[in-house]
């Protein structure tokens, strides 16, 4: 069964950085694109980045492009999402998530972590 486990989030101020992590388990992933998600308060959930495992194309939303950067570890099993030049509107709680290359749709997401980003 894959399991998703991410980590890093907290509070940090508006221009400030943080990185956080994905740590998967459960199976190999090298048919998978991995993917962040975000959830602010009262918002649905939006799509912020994600990486085809094999090989790492990446893509992002346009509202991180330039701040936010997508990574892999294949000895980990590790995807990262380095967050920089943070703004208030970034805090949300953020989601790992994992999808075959063959479906539409993320099957298999975390429990989140929170990022709150101070004005």
């Known amino acids: 069964q894959v399991q998703l486990v991410e980590s890093g989030g907290g509070l940090v101020q508006a221009g400030g950085s943080l990185r956080l992590s994905c740590a998967a388990s459960?199976?190999?992933?090298?048919?998978?694109?991995m993917g962040w998600f975000r959830q602010a308060p009262g918002k649905e959930r939006e799509f912020v980045a994600s990486i085809l495992w094999s090989g790492g194309s990446t893509y992002y939303a346009d509202s991180v492009k330039g701040r936010f950067t997508i990574s892999k570890d294949n000895a980990k099993n590790t995807v990262y999402l380095q967050m920089n030049s943070l703004k208030p509107e970034d805090t949300a709680v953020y989601y790992c998530?994992?999808?075959?290359?063959?479906?539409?749709?993320?099957?298999?997401w975390g429990q989140g972590t929170q990022v709150i980003v101070s004005p």
């Open positions: 998530a994992a999808r075959l290359l063959s479906t539409r749709e993320y099957n298999t």
């Open positions: 459960g199976r190999t992933f090298y048919s998978y694109i």
